[in-house]
């Protein structure tokens, strides 16, 4: 059963994105190893680019994604003075995140990599992970506007950016139908749109939230934070 106790769905999300971490370093480890023994687990199954594949999906979308999410869902109630708009929101979106790793760690391992480096899902599960997303961004969204807190910290803009961000990046990056060049561009475009204004915003809004508390110093810029931002948002893609 979803649960509305507070941060219930960061912790979720955070225990998650461990998991992840270690799972897929120990698929990184043995598709290493094949390079040097390529008889070590020798089968169908386990191959080099299977285990590479499964790595990748493992990390991008079990590690970092979830590892982002769980930090938004721990730090926005604390810099906007209100709960999460919904956590049993935040529990679904976490359950569809991990379903769509787990089933893609599957069709990797059983049918093969998908032929997009570092974008190792099938289309179907693209969409799972839309829908995961666009629910983050709903909580996200409806959370900065309930705010308590009058104006609106830094690590707020870099949280709600990578929110919104991510199912564009999804969208456009994976979702339109396209072949040959286009597509390679698409690829590319939407890798970077997930490394930069998805993993990347979230990262550096943590680091606006951590540095004053762990220094205890005020933000020297709020407006030159801001111009990080907007910087980000129009060169990250490219």
């Known amino acids: 059963m979803l649960s ?20 897929g370093a120990a698929s990184y480890l043995a ?11 020798s089968g169908r199954f386990l191959s080099y680019g299977r285990l590479s594949a499964v790595a990748s999906v493992s990390i991008q979308y079990g590690w970092l994604a979830l590892a982002g999410i769980g930090a938004i869902f721990y730090v926005l109630p604390r810099v906007t003075g209100s709960p999460m708009h919904s956590e049993k929101l935040g529990f679904l979106a976490v359950a569809l995140m991990n379903l769509s790793v787990i089933l893609g760690i599957a069709v990797n391992l059983g049918i093969g ?6 974008s190792e899902l099938p289309n179907g599960l693209y969409v799972l992970l839309l829908v995961a997303t666009l629910g983050v961004a709903l909580n ?17 803009w870099f949280f709600a950016g990578a929110a919104i961000w991510a199912p564009l990046a999804i969208i456009f990056g994976r979702l339109v139908p396209l072949t040959g060049m286009a597509d390679s561009i698409a690829d590319l475009f939407g890798l970077n749109a ?14 606006y939230y951590v540095i004053p508390r762990a220094t205890g110093a005020a933000l020297y810029s709020h407006r030159l934070a801001l111009v990080g931002f907007w910087t ?7």
Do not use: C
């Not at 598709?31 to 687990?41: D, G, M, N, T, Y």
């Not at 996200?140 to 707020?156: C, D, H, K, Q």
């Not at 997930?194 to 680091?207: P, R, T």
């Open 140 to 156: 996200v969204v409806r959370t900065i506007s309930s705010r308590s807190e009058p104006s609106l910290y830094v690590s707020a």
């Open 232 to 238: 980000l948002a129009f060169l990250g893609p490219m």
């Open 4 to 23: 509305s106790q507070q941060d219930g769905a960061a912790r979720a999300s955070l225990f998650s994105s461990v998991v992840w971490l270690v799972f």
């Open 194 to 207: 997930v490394l930069n204004l998805w993993f990347g915003a979230v990262g550096i809004g943590a680091l």
């Open 113 to 118: 990599p998908q032929g997009h480096p570092f």
């Open 31 to 41: 598709a290493s190893a094949k390079l040097v023994r390529p008889e070590f687990l």
